[in-house]
């Protein structure tokens, strides 16, 4: 007995293991091109800012028009390997290419070429890593139906994906050493070399999770639905209370996050000398922009621990109301730094920064696997990919908005890829910066700070849910106490008598 329950230990770990690492994908790939793509268009490609806001912005448009179809698209499909994993196989070769197109320019030398092709390569890219994250984010809920089971294995995804941050961005300074923005032409051949390097990692991610996950039956496969038809299903989605609030603090927070990893870098050059501080640390030279994204990183990985402690205390939107604060705190104080502002009040303000940030993401990665049972009780259909489909449909209209407001900021207020040094830019352009990297930062986070006070959501709901739902299913009736229905309306926002819980027929 004690091997056999060993056995099952090694083979949880493992399922969980595998399936954090499908975070690799969604997690690392953003960082990197958030981080550093509007700086490599602009300075290495010389594409004016905001044509290079246009290239990541529509690519984002895009991404976020498709994920709803593909959403459907999983929620009908049907094979011996489950409705999300068949997906997950299917993206890894164009992950791959994909990810090496948009680091190559193949000789084009006209700006019109330039942006026609970086827009195809990052539509290409867009699209080719929807097929791997929509179905990625219906995986859970049809892997394990226990809402702690759940939170440990968001908790696990989420601190892959900033390990992957972290190692995508030691990867990218290693490969692509710039000092200065003059130095973005000479390290074109490295950029490329770099791409190559990263869309491996990338591409393994759902390939990883494809071989280690497994999937539940399904009960339930939609019927065909016209283009149309797929809009009014969303529609009907959005009647859910929670699942609104929940696309609310997924939006917000992939509109903070975007607008400050947008221009970081460029923060960080026009302030503090063009990226020319360096600081040695046991014999080694790591470059400022190095430093600070690492550190920042490393005190969000640090939150996950107390983000998973007041989880266990107060549910899982707990961290939102405790540690989210430190995030609004930390960008209000990028405000006051200028040239002349001692180095460790930025560390301070990139540590209360990168604190909260883990919230913005973690936050609805945990809260989305509850969610179709929620939807079964409206609907008596679960609709795990439409629901994911939906909510990635607002992340990357909320990331295209943030980069091309990026875009026509920088290049409304002087920024070009000729004057991005500390003597020519620290005027009105560095202003933009901080409208994007502070002022809607702090304004957003407040927003979803106060929204997320109140959850209706809880472990125990959950559980009631889940049974009600099971006796309705083998019974044809679900018996609910007045306290039952009371608990329903909140978390739902429907009176009792229209879920399919409650129907007697």
Known sequence: MKRLALKEKIGEGGRLLSYAAGNMLGGGSQMITSLYYLNFLIFAMQLPPLLAGLVTGISKVWDGIIDPVLGVAVDRTKTRWGACRPWLLASVLPVFVAYIMLWNHWGIQSTAGRFAYFLFASILFSTAASVGTVPYEALLPRMIESYDARASYSVLRSLLAGMTNALSVWVFEAMVTIKETADYTTQIPNFSRMGTVLGLIFAAAPLITFLGSKEKAKLFVPESVSFSGVFRQYGRLLRSRIYRRTLFLNIAGSFVSYCCTAVQIIFILLVFNNLNFKIPIAGVTFSLVFLAVNWEGAWEVMSFFTSTLLMTKGGKHAPFKLNFPFHIVGNLLFLFITKSTPLWFFFVALAMSGFGASCISFIPSCLLPDLPDVEEAISGKQLEGSMAGLLNLGRQLAQGLAFLLSGALLG????????????????????????????????????????????????ERLAMIQTKVAQKRSEGVAVLSPEERTALQEVTGLPTEELWLARTQ
């Open 412 to 459: 409304a207020f002087g920024l070009s890829e000729e004057n991005a040094t500390p003597a020519l830019g620290a005027g009105l352009p560095l202003m933009s910066v901080k409208i994007l990297y502070a002022v809607i930062p702090v304004l957003c986070g407040v927003a979803m700070w106060a929204f997320s006070r109140r959850w209706p959501l809880s472990a």
